[in-house]
Nanobody
Framework: LVQLVESGGGSVQAGGSLRLSCEVT????????MGWFRQVPGKEREGVAV???????TYADFVKGRFTISEDNAKKNLYLQMNSLKPEDTAMYYC??????????????????WGQGTQVTVIL
């Protein structure tokens, strides 16, 4: 059973930075996509940044140049460094993983296992 636990959310002023972390346990497959998604009430969950087991990344256009996704060497922790935060980045951020191959996809429906989320609030 794969479990994901996010941390690192909080409130920050616009222009500031946050680093989200996701601890992954129970993964017993080598090929995967793993990434960060976000959702605000009344809107669909959207992909922010994803990485595959080979280190290939895909970013949403609205975070390119501002956010960076990374893993630790043991591939048990996923990170999202968020810089130059904007009020529109306010959302619940989720970590997710899927057994998959190929260039990682940002569409949430491909991902099977999800964390509980961590709230990010960006204040003007």
């Amino acid at each position: 059973l794969v479990q994901l636990v996010e941390s690192g959310g909080g409130s920050v002023q616009a222009g500031g930075s946050l680093r989200l972390s996701c601890e992954v346990t129970g993964r017993n497959y080598r090929e995967y996509w793993m990434g960060w998604f976000r959702q605000v009430p009344g809107k669909e969950r959207e992909g922010v940044a994803v990485v595959d087991s080979h280190g290939r990344t895909t970013y949403a256009d609205f975070v390119k140049g501002r956010f960076t996704i990374s893993e630790d060497n043991a591939k048990k922790n996923l990170y999202l460094q968020m810089n130059s935060l904007k009020p529109e980045d306010t959302a619940m951020y989720y970590c997710a993983i899927n057994r998959a191959q190929g260039v990682p996809d940002l569409r949430a429906h491909w991902y099977d296992d999800w964390g509980q989320g961590t709230q990010v609030t960006v204040i003007l």
